[in-house]
């Protein structure tokens, strides 16, 4: 019996269900507009953080490429600094265990004693001059070269200050080292000992005394075709006439080596 009701109710039931069915009412336009822009906005948003992403990558590659180029134009120029280290130390080597070592001391001890001064035109030849000439230049562009300072002074012996109207040269103290790029002048720095031991052998001046070398000062005057201006302010810079050692600071020689290519009188920059 129970089968049976069931059976005969079940139709009947069904046929309510069918009858009272409810559906739900289809979400109004505006919520699904609302929906769908927040999440093309959303995806706007990824797409813009992977854009800078890839932008991030592609600068770190950039830069990572471009320390890669300087690293290789460091070891270039480094093989280059070698090569022409051992062609200039081979030139300065002959001309210094050559009669025209101690022909170069001689001229200068005797313009010392009778002078105060010397020079010797063409000191260890051309090439040596290019090649040193050629690291001052990397130095130039590199950055290495620094603005000069005074010292001392009117209102105190331990302040130090620029002013390029009285010097406006750009400076670096070097060893003369391979770490500084500076292989060539090292080389000049060597055989210039010599020849200074050399001139204190006939300099009754400077024959009892000890002589210790600083550190070299390698220098660059910034030239500009304006006369008119002011050194340090877009016209030719200089350093004014001063003494090295107006104060018994020790110093007793100086040694000046100059690398203006091609230079003439008129240009300028005489010792005064």
């Keep these: 019996k129970s089968l049976k009701l069931s059976h005969l109710l079940r139709p009947s039931l069904m046929g309510r269900s ?6 739900s009412p289809a979400p109004a336009a505006g919520v699904q507009d609302v929906k769908l822009s927040a ?37 270039r120029e480094l093989k280059d600094t070698e090569a022409a280290k051992e062609k200039a130390g081979a030139e300065a080597d002959f001309a210094i265990k050559t009669a025209s070592g101690d022909a170069y001391a ?28 050629d690291e001052m230049r990397i130095m130039q562009r590199d950055g290495l070269l620094r603005e000069s300072e005074l010292a001392g002074g009117k209102t105190g012996k331990n302040m130090r200050y620029s002013m390029a109207s009285v010097r406006g040269d750009v400076v670096r103290f070097v060893d003369g080292t391979e770490e500084e790029g500076c292989c060539n002048i ?22 009892d005394e000890t002589i210790q070398r600083g550190k070299l000062m390698c220098t660059c005057y910034p030239g500009n075709t304006n ?3 002011p050194c340090g302010k877009g016209g030719p810079c200089r350093y004014v006439r001063h003494c090295d050692n107006p104060d018994k600071n020790g110093r007793r020689l100086t040694a000046l080596y100059y690398l203006n290519k091609h230079w003439h009188m008129s240009h300028g920059g005489c010792l005064r």
């Design 18 to 23: 069918k009858k009272n069915q409810r559906h």
């Design 39 to 75: 999440l093309q906005q959303q995806l706007q948003a990824l797409k813009m953080k992977q854009e800078q992403a890839m932008e991030a990558v592609l600068r770190a590659q950039q830069d990572m490429e471009q320390k890669s180029d300087e690293t290789e134009r460091q070891r």
């Design 106 to 133: 001689a001229q200068l001890a005797s313009s010392l004693e009778r002078d105060g001064y010397a020079f010797v035109d063409s000191f260890l030849g051309e090439p040596v001059a290019t090649y040193i000439r």
């Design 186 to 207: 090292g080389l000049l720095k060597e055989f210039s000992d010599q020849i200074v031991i050399r001139v204190q052998e006939r300099v009754e001046e400077l024959k």
């Design 227 to 229: 006369d008119d201006m």
